[in-house]
């Protein structure tokens, strides 16, 4: 298979932040995940895909979850999982959601376009401080192709 192109510029390459092992955490302010992070170059369009499974103890755990992009960068995402419906979100405000059971997995599909360089990283934290850690668990990841 050969890389898309568009003139002289490759197009269709995958970037991949893959999760290794889990990442817990109790506190309340979303930051960036260890693990599904990318970087992104300038004056690019991309789409990109953000699957992942989520655990708690306690299935009155919430999960505050979002995305951090690059200065300047607009776009639109939506998801689907068993407890949301699926939609077009403009980039903005964190998400959250109630863990309906122990165990749940979401995934967020979007495109993205540039003006400058930067970061894109899943974010997420425990949204309402029950004292149950939220975990974010192994094998949980972000994809970006550039296709533009």
């Not at 197009?11 to 979303?30: E, H, I, N």
């Not at 998400?95 to 376009?113: C, D, M, N, R």
Request: hydrophobic share 30%.
């Amino acid at each position: 298979m050969y890389p898309l192109r568009n003139g002289g510029t490759p197009y269709g390459y995958l970037l991949a932040g893959v999760k290794t092992t889990d990442t817990d955490r109790s506190s309340t302010t979303p930051s960036d995940d260890p693990h599904m992070t990318v970087e992104l170059e300038a004056s690019a369009y991309y789409e990109w895909t953000c699957f992942f499974i989520r655990r708690s103890d306690a299935t009155t755990s919430t999960l505050k979850y979002g995305f951090a992009w690059p200065s300047g960068a607009t776009g639109s995402y939506g998801f689907t999982n068993d407890a949301l419906t699926a939609y077009d979100e403009a980039f903005g405000a964190a998400h959250t959601g109630s863990l309906t059971t122990t165990e749940q997995a979401l995934k967020v599909i979007g495109t993205i376009a540039t003006s400058s360089a930067g970061t894109f990283a899943f974010q997420w934290s425990e949204n309402t401080g029950t004292g149950d850690s939220a975990r974010i668990v192994k094998g949980s990841y972000i994809t970006v192709r550039r296709i533009g």
